[in-house]
T-cell receptor, first 114, second 113 residues
Framework: DAGITQSPRHKVTETGTPVTLRCHQTENHRYMYWYRQDPGHGLRLIHYSYGVKDTDKGEVSDGYSVSRSKTEDFLLTLESATSSQTSVYFC?????????????FGAGSRLTVL | DQQVKQNSPSLSVQEGRISILNCDYTNSMFDYFLWYKKYPAEGPTFLISISSIKDKNEDGRFTVFLNKSAKHLSLHIVPSQPGDSAVYFCAASAETRDDKIIFGKGTRLHILP
């Protein structure tokens, strides 16, 4: 969806290096989420945000941190990347519409940690 | 502990027939359930949702049924079309509790010609 942009789309890095993935939205959504997709695990929630500077942990938050200093940007940081963090990362953004929080997702960021 | 379960990793259905994808959940606090569709190399896209106070929601070829007593929901696609071949994710949220949206592992649907 053109309203959610993830960068970089592909990244190869080495174990121990810091990595930051960026999610940018143009829809002024209140909620933003980071998920990782791995074979056999589906989409697992890493961290999410319910407003500027308001974030909380998801199911698999160890080794990850996030920041949201403005509505449109949600950053995911791996302070010291490990091979287990090799994955495809998806950012979603949304708001309550007719009750349900429907997310629009970006196209994903494929991260390889060597 | 897996709160949203999709126990069928894959499903093959003949074009024109009905596709039924299943999802089970364990958290009785979930108040909204959603289905997303995902093609390779793309992000998931929203298909249909249902509130926990309803038992059915229909949108064109897609219908979601919710059985709260069994903690089970299903997505029916009728008739199935080649473009429906994708991975389908079931998701759930408990908006009265927190803002987490939990996804299942997904079911890969193959529509056969």
């Amino acid at each position: 969806d053109a309203g959610i942009t993830q960068s970089p789309r592909h990244k190869v890095t080495e174990t121990g290096t810091p990595v930051t993935l960026r999610c940018h939205q143009t829809e002024n959504h209140r909620y933003m989420y980071w998920y990782r997709q791995d074979p056999g695990h589906g989409l697992r929630l890493i961290h999410y945000s319910y407003g500027v500077k308001d974030t909380d942990k998801g199911e698999v938050s160890d080794g990850y941190s996030v920041s949201r200093s403005k509505t449109e940007d949600f950053l995911l940081t791996l302070e010291s990347a490990t091979s287990s963090q090799t994955s495809v990362y998806f950012c979603g953004a949304g708001g309550l519409s007719s009750g349900a929080n429907v997310l629009t997702f970006g196209a994903g960021s494929r991260l390889t940690v060597l | 502990d897996q709160q949203v379960k999709q126990n069928s990793p894959s499903l093959s259905v003949q074009e024109g027939r009905i596709s039924i994808l299943n999802c089970d959940y364990t958290n009785s606090m979930f108040d909204y359930f959603l289905w997303y569709k995902k093609y390779p190399a793309e992000g998931p896209t929203f298909l249909i949702s249902i509130s926990s106070i309803k038992d059915k929601n229909e949108d064109g070829r897609f219908t979601v049924f919710l059985n709260k007593s069994a903690k089970h929901l299903s997505l029916h696609i009728v008739p199935s079309q080649p473009g429906d071949s994708a991975v389908y994710f079931c998701a759930a949220s408990a908006e009265t509790r927190d803002d987490k949206i939990i996804f299942g592992k997904g079911t890969r649907l193959h529509i056969l010609p």
